[in-house]
């Protein structure tokens, strides 16, 4: 499970630091893809392959869901950290997430998540007040 944030800087050659929490789960490899909100979304292997399972499975006569896999899929790199725990992000997902050099890596359990410093702060501002306030967001949770 990933959990947490972490702040790891971009290199020059467009590389992370993988947090060293994260490093077990993705060492055999993990695919990033475009994410809601204009960030990277990073699966293990394995997640990725689960959820690859589940859209085989949704119907491609609808016009939303083809979309929808289509830009998540033809946006998807398989990567393998190297023996430092870092991982090239692919320039277009650079773009599409607005990276600059400040990074946030955030865990979102089944996920983690790339988000340029500034635009992870800055959601995270605007969301905390009506989390604070939400009394059943998510139905079945205390």
């Not at 971009?10 to 060492?27: H, Q, S, V, W």
């Not at 293990?44 to 083809?66: C, D, L, V, W």
């Not at 289509?70 to 773009?95: C, H, M, N, W, Y």
Request: proline share 5%.
């Amino acid at each position: 499970m990933f959990l947490g944030t972490h702040s790891p800087r971009l290199d020059e050659k467009g590389r992370i630091i993988l947090p060293a929490k994260f490093r077990e789960e993705l060492a055999s490899g993990l695919v990033l893809t475009r994410g809601q909100e204009r960030c990277i979304y990073v699966f293990s292997e394995r997640e990725f392959g689960r959820i690859h399972e589940q859209m085989r499975e949704a119907p491609i006569s609808s016009k939303q869901t083809r979309d929808y896999i289509r830009v998540f899929l033809s946006g998807a790199s398989d990567e393998v950290p190297d023996k430092q725990g870092r991982v090239t992000i692919p320039p277009a997902l650079r773009a599409y997430a607005g990276l600059g050099r400040e990074l946030a890596v955030i865990g979102a359990g089944s996920r983690a998540e790339i988000w340029d410093a500034q635009a992870w702060n800055e959601y995270l501002a605007e969301k905390e007040t009506s989390f604070s306030e939400t009394d059943d967001a998510i139905p079945g949770i205390f």
